[in-house]
């Protein structure tokens, strides 16, 4: 499968479709079982305020993997992707109710890199509860 968005349909400012994504304390038990990431601050309340967080937190590699998502879905093919960093900001609290947290994601064509390989970079802002919870948050894209 190949990215259903073409280079030639794209420049610097074109915005990807934003999106939002729900966590609750399920999904942080789920990402652990297929992550291998137990770390008591993802899911033991007591845990996470007695080292100091405020509530459990979503695990950093989860958050990283919701945002590029508005890339992959986008692009329509996971592995249009050919880079992806993050810096990890802000962490996203996961209160035990039913709402949970929501992590909000948008992106923008930052550059056009190049012509030849159709490649773009993808600048994404997440965030939540109005933190932005990733910086740095970029992508390159190979398109079609």
Avoid: C
Avoid at 12 to 40: H, I, K, M
Avoid at 57 to 84: K, L, N, Q, S
Avoid at 115 to 138: P, Q, W
């Amino acid at each position: 499968m190949a990215a259903k968005i073409s280079y030639a349909d794209v420049e610097v400012g074109t915005e990807l479709p934003a999106q939002s994504f729900r966590v609750d304390r399920a999904t942080l038990v789920r990402y652990a079982g297929a992550s291998g990431d137990f770390n008591p601050i993802h899911w033991n309340e007591k845990f996470a305020k007695e080292v100091g967080l405020p509530d459990v937190i979503a695990h950093g590699m989860f958050t990283m993997a919701e945002a590029i998502r508005v890339v992959t879905d986008w692009a329509g093919d996971p592995a249009a992707v050919v880079e992806y960093g993050v810096r990890f900001t802000k962490p996203v609290v996961v209160p035990n109710d039913d709402k949970g947290a929501v992590i909000e994601v948008s992106g923008k064509i930052a550059a056009m890199l190049d012509d030849e390989a159709r490649t773009v970079r993808v600048d994404l802002v997440a965030m939540n509860e109005g933190r932005k919870v990733l910086g740095m948050s970029r992508a390159v894209v190979r398109l079609a």
